[in-house]
Every structure is written in structure tokens, then in C-alpha cells.
């Protein structure tokens, strides 16, 4: 496999790891880092190059003025850390394949990201681990949870969904219900769930999640795994036309957003299919409903943040 990896903001600390990180089996990887303001190296574009089979002896970068790259089918991917949308649709205009350009931003040295398909990075420890109990309200946060809370209870989605043992994924100090347990960034890669047995909780839960996941099916999949059968899990997701009221990355609102929704259609390269990703991901399972939420939503505006709701919420039971 070979691959290119970009980091437009890097600086000398950037460069040593990077230049002594092992690669994966049977990678060889180019990698561009350009530095700024950094005294203990002269800005400027610097390469190294990552053998295959390189065991993280450290390389030496050499000096560039500008981007030297082969023809784009020369690459099997193009990474690139940190959300340079506009280098990407640069790579675009040259030719490659928005299939094979990833982006790469978030914690990569606590979750897992599309960067560990070519190096092989220590993850770092969650900072506090999943307890089975009532969420910890760290920060005090009223955000599209609350904001629902009132079209729900009418609706009576409380009585019906949430009884029993509840999980809230990503809550962010804005939980479900009082009595759920919850699961944060400092636990953890949400996209696992890594400690929680299957069939673990009544209901699952997650608000405004899962467009962080880089990988989305990785985490419907084990999401759904944490669900007793009969249970159910919850989703609530940006709208795209509701939310974002563009059509590509990045967000306005949101830089570590990594992907948009719609319902029923996909638009690459940013927009999914929530249905298609849940047909993907799941087996055994029952769409009680989903829908799109705009109660109280009235600002139309692309330059203004919406306010009320501007979700998709879906209702899957593990049959």
C-alpha cells in the first residue's frame, strides 16, 4: 500500500514523532508536514519517506518549495490531518479519487482514526473508566437533548423507549434521563464502547454523536451490541439542510464534524444516507420510525446557527 499523508500545521515536535512512527506491514508512505512559527525550525514544506517494512528509525526530512506528488493512481490513499478542506478539494481538482482522501482530525492518539491503517500508534489510556451508574453532569451543558426534551414527552418517546437501563453516548453533560448511564470522550472511543458487554442496557442512546465517528458503521454496529433484545437504540442526528445548510464539509458550526446526513440519499463526499448506514451496519433489527425534527426551527439563513430542533431521529428495536 502506498500513501501520502499531509499535516499543513506541524512543527518540529510534529515531525520527530511522525518521522519515527512505525508503519504497518507492507505500507510505504510519503509524508509532507509544513511548519510555521516554530523556533526550533525554519518554516517551510518538509518530506520524509517511509520505506515499507520501516520500523520507526528516525528519517530525515528534506527541504521543499513546493508539493512534489506522482499521478494520483500512483497512491492508494491520501491522508490528511487536521480540517484543510481546501487542500482536499485541491487533491480533488488534481485528480484523485474523493474515495481515497481521508481526513484526519479529533484525538488520534486516543481513538482509533483512518491514520491507524498505516502507522501503529500507542493509544493513550481513557482519563476516567465506564461505570454502570447515573451520569456524571461534569460540565453543566443544555444542548439538543434538552432542546427535544418537551416534542418528546408529548409524543410520549419516554414511556415507550427509555425504560429500564439506559446508556447515553457522547452526553456531554446533557443526558437522556436522569437515571442513565453515560458515556463521554474521557471514556473512551465511543466507536467501541470497549468494557460494555453485549446486551447490556435496555436502551441506547446517542445525541449529536455520530457525525464524529470516523467510522459510522463501526459504531451503529456497537452501539446496537450494548441493546438487550426488544431494546432500543436512539439516534439523534444533524440534518444536514437543517443544521449545516451546505453541502460538503467543513461545518460552520462544528470543525470536527466528519460527516453530514441526510435521509434516504447520499451525496459524496460528505453526505450519508442514514438509512444505507444503518442497512449496512445492522442485522436483526426494526426501524420504528425516522424522521426529520425542525420544531421551533426558524432560521434559514446559511451564515446564522439554526436554533430549535434541526435533527433526524431514528428509532431502531433489536428484534
Known sequence: ??????????????????????????????IFIETKGDPKIADGLYKFHHD??????????TKLNNIELDV???YDKVYIIGSNFGLRQQLFDMGFDYKNVVMCYGDIWLCRCPLDEIFIIHKKKPEVPFEKKPAEI???????????????????????????????VGYGG?????????????NGDAQYLSGISEESFDYVYSSHCLEHMYDVRTALKNWFRVVRRGGYLLLAIPHRDLYEKRTQLPSRWNRDHKHMFLIGRSEPPDTLDIVEE????LKEYDIKYIKACDYGHTITDPNRHSDGEYQIEIVIQKI
Request: with cysteine; charged share 25%.
Open 1 to 30: 500500500m502506498k500513501c501520502v499523508v499531509f499535516y499543513p500545521s506541524g512543527s518540529k515536535n510534529v515531525m520527530d514523532f511522525f518521522s519515527q512512527l512505525p508503519l504497518q506491514a507492507g505500507v510505504e508512505a510519503d
Open 52 to 61: 515499507v517494512g520501516s520500523s520507526g528509525g528516525k528519517m530525515q526530512p
Open 72 to 74: 494520483p493512481t500512483a
Open 138 to 168: 461534569y460540565q453543566h451543558y443544555e444542548g439538543e437533548t434538552t432542546r427535544a426534551h418537551a416534542r418528546r414527552e408529548r409524543e410520549g418517546f419516554f414511556d415507550k423507549y427509555c425504560q429500564g437501563e439506559g446508556l447515553d
Open 174 to 186: 446533557d443526558v437522556i434521563t436522569p437515571t442513565a448511564s453515560g458515556w463521554d470522550f474521557r
Open 278 to 281: 444503518i442497512r449496512e451496519s
